[in-house]
């Protein structure tokens, strides 16, 4: 037969005492989660065309550790036929992304919209490597139409455009041919086209230099150690990444950019603060009104290790009732991004890290209301 602990029992039943500690601990794991939710997302929306290509492997410079803020990078050209010798490789393909001046043509004597954009390049042939998995079948051939170009939904009213309309890139004009869901770029507005239009639009790698390489493989489940092959025989002139490797390595070098850390250390810290006053108040509080109770349990000869325990575990169970509050909110969060167009991504070890720290910031509160115990006094009950 299954019992209940007395400290979780006490939680259910006079779950309203515990509400302000509960909520503080939400906030404090929300604004956490939210922070990083957004940076991530804005990682996820930069590397989109990337991350749902058919790619088992990438291959970059030996120096790039990542695609955020590397300043760039290229390869020599030669060494596609190069990454061809591995007997299970079946296809390779430079990605070339590149950016450039936007300028839409309003009508009804509206102001122009200027700014700069981020400009991603696809094969458009069947299966491609570069062709994200998500694309459809008429946005494929879509984009088959010279100076055609995808836009994802979001980035519609920041560009000044709609579907069928004409804009200019560069000083040449495109047309808006096809519309994209879940490639926002919150940075620069960001637009998709062919490797031939690309080519048109004077955007392509020039000079023996090619972008990043898209390797497909025959078995994709061999991806590490086909990656462990190619390294060994790159002699520095490459370095290459399985797919999630390398959209790790894109969220952990934007986590290590100096302001973004500091936003987000900034946010522990106030969390830490915030949440371990409130609850230890609430708890104390608590504790205080049932104090009555704490005192008949030590009339019935329970000892006061035994009360602290109660009152620890209290805390603790307070802490994951809170983790699940964050869950609730932080959904909540994410489901108005997605209305807004602006990207969220929650890694998991970040998920793990905010729950750990919420049972520290309950079990802590918990300690410092174990004085409150000393007032539980067999004798006041005689009062």
């Not at 803020?69 to 992304?97: K, T």
């Not at 950016?99 to 700014?115: F, I, L, M, S």
């Not at 371990?276 to 504790?287: E, K, N, W």
């Not at 509160?365 to 115990?373: Q, R, T």
């Amino acid at each position: 037969m299954v019992t209940m602990s007395l400290a979780l029992a006490t939680l259910l039943y006079e779950w309203r005492r515990y509400t302000a500690a509960m909520v503080a601990l939400a906030f404090a794991g929300l604004l956490i989660l939210a922070q990083v939710g957004m940076f991530t997302g804005i990682v996820r929306g930069v590397t989109a065309t990337l991350d749902r290509s058919r790619a088992d492997i990438i291959v970059m410079p030996a120096k790039m550790e990542s695609l955020i803020n590397s300043g760039g990078g290229s390869l020599p050209a030669r060494l596609q036929p190069q990454i061809y010798m591995n007997p299970e490789v079946v296809e390779v393909a430079d990605w070339d992304i590149d950016g450039g001046r936007w300028v839409n043509h309003p009508k009804d004597g509206k102001k122009a919209v200027t700014t700069f954009i981020d400009v991603n390049m696809v094969d458009t042939r069947p299966g491609a490597v570069t062709l994200p998995v998500d694309f459809t079948e008429d946005t494929r051939r879509a984009l088959m139409e010279p100076y055609a170009i995808a836009v994802d939904d979001s980035q519609l009213k920041r560009l000044g455009v709609k579907l069928g309309d004409e804009a200019s890139v560069n000083g040449k004009t495109v047309r808006v041919r096809a519309l994209l869901h879940g490639y926002p770029n919150v940075n620069n507005a960001s637009i998709t086209v062919s490797r031939e239009t690309l080519r048109l639009l004077g955007m392509a790698q020039k000079n023996g230099k090619t972008g990043p390489l898209m390797v497909r493989l025959a078995d994709p489940a061999r991806a590490e150690i086909v990656r462990d092959q190619l390294n060994s025989t790159a002699g520095k002139a490459y370095r290459a990444w399985t797919r999630t490797e390398l959209a790790k390595a894109n969220e952990g070098a934007l986590m290590k950019e100096q302001i973004i850390g500091l936003f987000i250390t900034a946010g522990v810290v106030i969390g830490f603060v915030i949440g371990c006053s409130i609850t230890s108040m609430t708890l104390r509080g608590a504790i205080l009104s049932s104090i009555k109770e704490f005192a008949s349990l030590r009339a019935l000869g329970v000892p006061m290790s035994a009360l602290r325990g109660i009152v620890f575990e209290l805390s603790l169970w307070v802490g994951v009732a809170g983790f699940f509050a964050t869950g609730v909110l932080t959904l909540g969060v994410y489901l108005l991004a997605l209305q807004g167009g602006v990207p969220m991504g929650f890694p998991t070890p970040w998920i793990v890290g905010v729950a750990i720290l919420l049972l520290i910031i309950a079990g802590a509160s918990g300690l410092f209301s174990l004085g409150v115990l000393k007032k539980s006094q067999p004798a006041d009950l005689l009062r």
